[in-house]
């Protein structure tokens, strides 16, 4: 079945603790973004990646990094997560040149004490 | 700077009748538009999209409409039924990278 998975699903941790969130897929996608979703202001960008080690800041990449290792990975790193990165966050990816129809992940429910 | 917006956070409709959810947008330059749903604990689906050289889209139930002079696009459901009760996603694809959401509208088809 083609996905997009997302890992953990929930978590909750404290200021300070550096944590990741895995993303896969296995539609051999060379496009890779991850949005976060906040209310009342919809689903914005942090990071994208065209293809293997090619990476670009999307509209709200501060306090986070990411990597392209491999194709179908796409992890999404919170060095020194803060309350204000609480969100819902979701992965998504395509074929490059189809990114008007990107498959998304579940979502990350992530809270920050 | 909210490029692109839904300025209606929820709607609710009656089963059998047309619903329709409106879009704005400010970048003359988005190349595409589309709109995706979304149930709840699940991630956004794709939906439908238009071009920005067409006006129309249609598909099934859904039919997308863009009024480029007015920056405006608009997603009718006819009829609407209860398993289209969901949030909409207007989003606009800026080049070949970029997509950028609206706020959501939650919408609710009461039976």
């Known amino acids: 079945e083609a996905q997009v998975t997302q890992n953990p699903r929930y978590l909750i941790t404290v200021t300070g603790k550096k944590l990741t969130v895995t993303c896969s897929q296995n539609?051999?996608?060379?496009?890779m973004s991850w949005y976060r979703q906040d209310p009342g202001l919809g689903l914005r960008q942090i990071y994208y990646?065209?293809?293997?080690?090619?990476?670009d800041k999307g509209d709200v990449p501060e306090g986070y990094k990411v990597s392209r290792k491999e194709k179908r990975n796409f992890p999404l790193i919170l060095e020194s997560p803060s309350p204000n990165q609480t969100s819902l966050y979701f992965c998504?990816?395509?074929?490059?040149?189809?990114?008007?129809?990107?498959?998304f992940g579940p979502g990350t429910r992530l809270l920050v004490l | 700077d909210q490029q692109v917006k839904q300025n209606s956070p929820s709607l609710s409709v009656q089963e059998g009748r047309i619903s329709i959810l409106n879009c704005d947008y400010t970048?003359?330059?988005?190349?595409?538009f589309l709109w995706y749903k979304k149930y709840p604990a699940e991630g956004p689906t794709f939906l439908i999209s238009i071009s920005s050289i067409k006006d129309k889209n249609e598909d099934g139930r859904f039919t997308v409409f863009l009024n480029k002079s007015a920056k405006h696009l608009s997603l009718h459901i006819v009829p609407s039924q209860p398993g289209d009760s969901a949030v909409y996603f207007c989003?606009?694809?800026?080049?070949?990278?970029?997509?950028?959401f609206g706020q959501g509208t939650r919408l609710t088809i009461n039976p």
């Open positions: 998504a990816s395509s074929l490059w040149g189809s990114q008007e129809t990107q498959y």
């Open positions: 990646s065209m293809n293997v080690e090619v990476t």
């Open positions: 989003a606009a694809l800026q080049g070949a990278q970029k997509l950028v």
């Open positions: 970048n003359s330059m988005f190349d595409y």
């Open positions: 539609m051999n996608h060379e496009y």
